[in-house]
């Protein structure tokens, strides 16, 4: 499938009326699968789009986590990153590239102790040196 197509599916899936910013911020996050931070996509795509605005890409990736078009999680800082794959998954941040890494996980015995508490969100983060760096 085209990008151009692939974008606008994915949009119209999730319910999400296309505008020129849009797309480009979705076309960058199919590129970038570093999840990166709004910072990060408005530092890049500004450079191709000099009318963007930082406030725009912030909105948009709202939007995206609202209609569950991207998942996000936050590897150091307080800093949010965006990431296309919305399945359940944990992360591994490599502390040399600051490469990260998604890794399936399932492991809901270990909530047996939450008995009775309201998870709504869960972040497995794990951190090291990555293959590549090693
Ligand atoms: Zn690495
Ligand atoms: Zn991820």
New binding site residues.
Partial sequence: MLKEDKILTLLKEHDIRPSYQRIQILGYLLEDDN?PTADIIFTNLQTLTPAISRATVYNTLNLFEEKGLV?T?TADKFETRY?L?TDE?G?FVCKLCGG?Y?FDYKYHDAYEELEGFDIEKEEILVKGVCKKCK
Avoid: C, G
């Fill in positions: 999840h998942s999680m990431d794959y998954h992360h990260i998604n």
